[in-house]
């Protein structure tokens, strides 16, 4: 069982930066893939952030050259670093794990493990 906790979220202007954390607590949680999602109003969640399940990351177009993911694998911690936020960022952000075999249940969304989400909100 992992336990995801996100933070870090909150209202900026445009332009504005914020970095997202993602604690992860449990047995094996060291060893699990994990991703940044997102839930904008009026669209589907989509992946912000996944692992390719060959190696590297994908981010979404939307984001790419703005938002980087990062891990402490000390502390078990996923950040999400944003920078350049715009009003289409807007949003719930979730972070997902799922075990090292479920790379494609992951990019898909369907990961085992879920947060409670942080809400980001970027104004005009």
């Known amino acids: 069982q992992v336990q995801l906790v996100e933070s870090g979220g909150g209202s900026v202007q445009a332009g504005g930066s914020l970095r997202l954390s993602c604690a992860a607590a449990?047995?094996?949680?060291?060893?699990?893939?994990m991703a940044w999602f997102r839930q904008t109003p009026g669209k589907q969640r989509e992946g912000v952030a996944t692992?390719?399940?060959?190696?590297?990351?994908s981010y979404a177009d939307s984001v790419k050259g703005r938002f980087t993911i990062s891990k402490d694998y000390a502390k078990k911690i996923l950040y999400l670093q944003m920078n350049n936020l715009r009003p289409e960022d807007t949003g719930m952000y979730y972070c997902?794990?799922?075990?090292?075999?479920?790379?494609?249940?992951?990019?898909?969304?369907?990961?085992?493990?879920w947060g409670q989400g942080t809400q980001v909100t970027v104004s005009t």
């Open positions: 692992p390719n399940c060959d190696g590297g990351t």
């Open positions: 997902a794990a799922e075990t090292p075999g479920g790379c494609r249940r992951l990019r898909a969304g369907y990961a085992r493990y």
């Open positions: 449990g047995s094996d949680s060291s060893a699990h893939l």
